[in-house]
T-cell receptor
Framework: SQTIHQWPATLVQPVGSPLSLECTVEGTSNPNLYWYRQAAGRGLQLLFYSVGIGQISSEVPQNLSASRPQDRQFILSSKKLLLSDSGFYLC????????????FGPGTRLTVL | KQEVTQIPAALSVPEGENLVLNCSFTDSAIYNLQWFRQDPGKGLTSLLLIQSSQREQTSGRLNASLDKSSGRSTLYIAASQPGDSATYLCAVRGIQGAQKLVFGQGTRLTINP
């Protein structure tokens, strides 16, 4: 069966510090990978998605970036965090076909102070 | 631009009742619609996926319907239990930008013992 991992589970960072969140998927190959953010009082917003190694599409311009160094690894980064980057970050995967069901990881709670 | 609305925002019912959660979307050109459950501080758990060609899907006490032409979906929960308490989210995947799920704000459900 497929499993999706995210770490860390929680993170408290000062404004201006760098960020690296990691997501890995087990039990599948060539998945589509996604990063979402859920901010307090707001719905889930798609940040990035990837259909293959090194292929990243950005949905929302911001100071975040994403990378996919391996088939089942997806990384969300920032060089300098802003207060507005606080939120709950969720990684998801789906099979590589249009309209595939998406499955979510446990999330990372990021607080920027 | 696809917009997804869920009504009500919160619902509290006694244990044992059957209940219906509503989801509406503005653009009927969709691949599918997915219902999720989210417990506080946790990731999303996929409950049901309805493809655009389907009218309904069932899993245990859950039944989801889709009326694509009217832009509506309902999630029916039979014989509700306290363990059903959670936030329920619906999300649609449009034919345009097919990698992207557009989420509603969710319905926070409380089942009272």
């Amino acid at each position: 069966s497929q499993t999706i991992h995210q770490w860390p589970a929680t993170l408290v960072q000062p404004v201006g510090s760098p960020l690296s969140l990691e997501c890995t998927v087990e039990g599948t190959s060539n998945p589509n990978l996604y990063w979402y953010r859920q901010a307090a009082g707001r719905g889930l917003q798609l940040l990035f998605y990837s259909v293959g190694i090194g292929q990243i599409s950005s949905e929302v311009p911001q100071n975040l970036s994403a990378s996919r160094p391996q088939d089942r690894q997806f990384i969300l980064s920032s060089k300098k965090l802003l207060l507005s980057d606080s939120g709950f970050y969720l990684c998801a995967w789906s099979v590589r076909l249009a309209g595939g069901e998406q499955f979510f990881g446990p999330g990372t709670r990021l607080t920027v102070l | 631009k696809q917009e997804v609305t869920q009504i009500p925002a919160a619902l509290s019912v006694p244990e044992g009742e059957n209940l219906v959660l509503n989801c509406s979307f503005t653009d009927s050109a969709i691949y599918n619609l997915q219902w999720f459950r989210q417990d506080p501080g946790k990731g999303l758990t996929s409950l049901l996926l309805i493809q655009s060609s389907q009218r309904e899907q069932t899993s245990g006490r859950l039944n989801a319907s889709l009326d694509k032409s009217s832009g509506r979906s309902t999630l029916y929960i039979a014989a509700s239990q306290p363990g059903d308490s959670a936030t329920y989210l619906c999300a649609v995947r449009g034919i345009q930008g097919a990698q992207k799920l557009v989420f509603g704000q969710g319905t926070r459900l409380t089942i009272n013992p």
